[in-house]
């Protein structure tokens, strides 16, 4: 059976999606491995589900009537032979589907279709289902971590195509005592028909729940090859049958003929689908390491998440997920984020690679938020004054000079506005030195830094130029809103200020305001406003 069902439990695996991560040990796991949910894609899903659903018990019920009203075999014994190894044959089989992985996920070709043949063509068709629903259901049950939904899903869908195979069979009169074109014509057409219902319904129903197009869904580079590989392991069921009733237990040589390749290619796929894991991890190591900034990583940690365990998508959020659902804990312990992977579609659960995956890329998040954080602090240290938390000089002169460029390059704001400087300078500031210690100095700093930057606008900048001088740049302003910022600045710094020890000092402050000057640099804009407190400093001595 071919179909696009999500990888790895589901009959067949849609394409996954990419990404990476940072530094630190990864939190534990929340989810349950093997707790896979069924994501609605929306009432059209369900309804198309429910149909399959219903449609398959349908066919069930019919079958149970055929067999209980319809003609008897003349020898009950081969029959019961056939249907006693066919039960657990199809459910291995439909268990050990044969997996075609790519890039994108893979494809599952279940080949216990091939017990269906040998059925049809050797037994009534009502028993040829039921027998085969049997050993279908019966995996089904014992599949671990699949919702009812998914399970009764891929049973109803195995009825209905089941049905088209055995109905192609029964309209073309298959005869396999004459065995020719015929019967060769049964094969292809009715495999055609098994593969066209499987791979319609299913590519429809998880085209809906991701809301992709069908068409993309459906036009998959794999198709012909799991066309290809149903249309052979059907042929050995066609072999099987006409081994059946030349010599019924010679029937039994067919089995480890049909076993070995599926078993091969299944280790074969197990190994190739770590491969590409590997190399997903890989990519995302280097992801993570070239993230230079929250959003960037943010990005390629849920791509890469939803790449290793092909889910639809992934996020990292600050808010921890509810139990049951698979996500690790990643970042400090003081901001944690939890690396959450959003439930495949079709109730497929997931595996304990895709949890030790998961957590591996959540050991890579935390390092790569490490290392941002820290490159942050390493940026904010080299701007920021290291008492007060303000720009410190550098910074200031590089906003300041940056603000002279833009309006030389492109002139002032509408209404003549420019950059202008606020200069001030703490009156008394030594003797609080002198008299309390540099400690309650610093202490004041840091009060009327706390003063400063809460009187300004968002845009304008506030540093510490050095010891007890501020330098505030106001953008895109003029002569009349300069000199009432110094005002405002001067009025919110003025005023009793508690320190330690009980010290209380009296702050009055200097202002000087300077506006930028057609052709002026950005230290003649220093310049002037310096000189400007300074005159108004002596002037009030």
């Given at each position: 059976?071919?179909?696009q069902?999500?990888?790895p439990?589901?009959?067949?695996?849609?394409?996954?999606?990419?990404?990476?991560?940072?530094?630190g040990?990864?939190?534990?796991?929340?989810?349950?491995?093997?707790?896979?949910?069924?994501?609605?894609?929306?009432?059209?899903?369900?309804?198309?589900?429910?149909?399959?659903?219903?449609?398959?018990?349908?066919?069930?019920?019919?079958?149970?009537?055929?067999a209980?009203?319809?003609?008897?075999?003349?020898?009950?014994?081969?029959?019961?032979?056939?249907?006693?190894?066919?039960?657990?044959?199809?459910?291995?089989?439909?268990?050990?589907s044969?997996?075609?992985?790519?890039?994108?996920?893979?494809?599952?070709?279940?080949?216990?279709?091939?017990?269906?043949?040998l059925?049809?063509?050797?037994?009534?068709?009502?028993?040829?289902?039921l027998?085969?629903?049997?050993?279908?259901?019966?995996?089904q049950?014992?599949?671990?971590?699949?919702?009812?939904?998914?399970?009764?899903?891929?049973?109803?869908?195995?009825?209905l195509?089941?049905?088209?195979?055995?109905?192609?069979?029964?309209?073309?009169?298959?005869?396999?005592?004459?065995?020719?074109?015929?019967?060769?014509?049964?094969?292809?057409?009715?495999?055609?028909?098994?593969?066209?219902?499987?791979?319609?319904?299913?590519?429809?129903?998880?085209?809906?729940?991701?809301?992709?197009s069908?068409?993309?869904?459906?036009?998959?580079?794999?198709?012909?090859?799991?066309?290809?590989?149903?249309?052979?392991?059907?042929?050995?069921?066609?072999?099987?049958?006409?081994?059946?009733?030349?010599?019924?237990?010679?029937?039994?040589l067919?089995?480890?003929?049909?076993?070995?390749?599926?078993?091969?290619?299944?280790?074969?796929?197990?190994?190739?689908?770590?491969?590409?894991?590997?190399?997903?991890?890989?990519?995302?190591?280097?992801?993570?390491?070239?993230?230079?900034?929250?959003?960037?990583?943010?990005?390629?940690?849920?791509?890469?998440?939803?790449?290793?365990t092909?889910?639809?998508?992934?996020?990292?959020?600050?808010?921890?997920?509810?139990?049951?659902?698979?996500?690790?804990r990643?970042?400090?312990e003081?901001?944690?984020?939890?690396?959450?992977?959003?439930?495949?579609?079709?109730?497929?659960?997931?595996?304990?690679?895709?949890?030790?995956?998961?957590?591996?890329?959540?050991?890579?998040?935390?390092?790569?938020?490490?290392?941002?954080?820290?490159?942050?602090?390493?940026?904010?240290?080299?701007?920021?004054?290291a008492?007060?938390?303000?720009?410190?000089?550098?910074?200031?002169?590089?906003?300041?000079?940056a603000?002279?460029?833009?309006?030389?390059?492109?002139?002032?704001?509408?209404?003549?506005?420019?950059?202008?400087?606020?200069?001030?300078?703490?009156n008394?500031?030594?003797?609080?030195?002198?008299t309390?210690?540099?400690?309650?100095?610093?202490?004041?700093?840091?009060?009327?830094?706390?003063?400063?930057?809460?009187?300004?606008?968002?845009?304008?900048?506030?540093?510490?130029?050095?010891?007890?001088?501020?330098?505030?740049?106001?953008?895109?302003?003029?002569?009349?809103?300069?000199?009432?910022?110094?005002d405002?600045?001067?009025a919110?710094?003025?005023?009793?200020?508690?320190?330690?020890?009980?010290?209380?000092?009296?702050?009055?402050?200097?202002?000087?305001?300077?506006?930028?000057?057609p052709?002026?640099?950005?230290?003649?804009?220093?310049?002037?406003?310096?000189?400007?407190?300074?005159?108004?400093?002596?002037?009030?001595?």
């Amino acid at each position: 059976m071919y179909a696009q069902r999500p990888d790895p439990t589901g009959r067949a695996a849609a394409p996954p999606v990419t990404g990476p991560a940072g530094a630190g040990a990864a939190g534990p796991v929340t989810g349950d491995p093997a707790g896979g949910v069924r994501a609605g894609g929306g009432r059209r899903v369900a309804l198309l589900d429910s149909a399959v659903v219903v449609g398959g018990l349908l066919l069930v019920l019919q079958a149970v009537l055929g067999a209980v009203s319809g003609p008897r075999p003349a020898d009950w014994e081969p029959v019961l032979i056939e249907l006693a190894l066919a039960v657990p044959l199809s459910a291995l089989l439909s268990s050990r589907s044969l997996r075609l992985s790519r890039s994108g996920g893979a494809v599952h070709v279940a080949t216990d279709s091939a017990v269906l043949v040998l059925l049809a063509t050797t037994v009534p068709s009502a028993l040829a289902l039921l027998g085969w629903l049997a050993g279908v259901t019966l995996a089904q049950l014992l599949a671990r971590g699949r919702t009812r939904a998914a399970r009764a899903f891929n049973v109803g869908l195995s009825a209905l195509a089941g049905s088209v195979l055995l109905l192609v069979v029964t309209a073309l009169d298959v005869d396999l005592s004459r065995f020719g074109v015929r019967e060769l014509l049964a094969l292809v057409i009715g495999t055609a028909g098994y593969l066209a219902v499987d791979l319609v319904l299913t590519g429809v129903s998880v085209a809906w729940a991701e809301r992709h197009s069908v068409v993309e869904t459906l036009a998959d580079e794999s198709a012909p090859v799991a066309a290809l590989a149903v249309l052979a392991v059907n042929g050995v069921g066609l072999l099987a049958a006409l081994l059946a009733i030349a010599t019924p237990w010679a029937v039994v040589l067919l089995v480890p003929v049909l076993l070995a390749p599926v078993y091969a290619a299944h280790a074969s796929s197990v190994a190739n689908t770590e491969r590409l894991r590997t190399a997903a991890l890989f990519d995302a190591a280097a992801a993570t390491q070239a993230a230079d900034s929250r959003a960037q990583l943010e990005a390629s940690v849920t791509r890469a998440a939803s790449r290793l365990t092909a889910a639809p998508g992934a996020a990292l959020t600050p808010t921890e997920p509810p139990p049951g659902r698979l996500a690790v804990r990643v970042g400090p312990e003081h901001d944690p984020y939890w690396l959450v992977v959003h439930d495949r579609h079709a109730g497929n659960a997931f595996s304990p690679q895709d949890v030790t995956a998961l957590q591996v890329l959540g050991a890579l998040t935390s390092q790569a938020l490490d290392r941002l954080e820290l490159l942050h602090a390493m940026s904010r240290a080299a701007s920021s004054d290291a008492l007060t938390g303000l720009a410190n000089r550098r910074e200031a002169e590089r906003v300041l000079a940056a603000a002279v460029d833009e309006v030389e390059a492109h002139g002032p704001a509408p209404g003549g506005r420019r950059p202008g400087i606020v200069y001030i300078d703490l009156n008394g500031f030594k003797a609080v030195n002198d008299t309390y210690g540099h400690g309650v100095g610093d202490e004041l700093l840091v009060a009327v830094a706390k003063r400063l930057a809460a009187s300004v606008r968002e845009q304008d900048v506030v540093s510490r130029w050095g010891g007890d001088e501020f330098v505030v740049l106001l953008r895109d302003t003029d002569e009349e809103q300069a000199h009432s910022a110094a005002d405002r600045l001067c009025a919110a710094v003025a005023g009793i200020v508690s320190l330690r020890g009980a010290v209380v000092v009296q702050v009055t402050a200097s202002a000087g305001v300077a506006l930028h000057q057609p052709g002026g640099t950005p230290q003649a804009l220093l310049a002037a406003a310096d000189a400007a407190m300074y005159a108004i400093k002596h002037a009030g001595d």
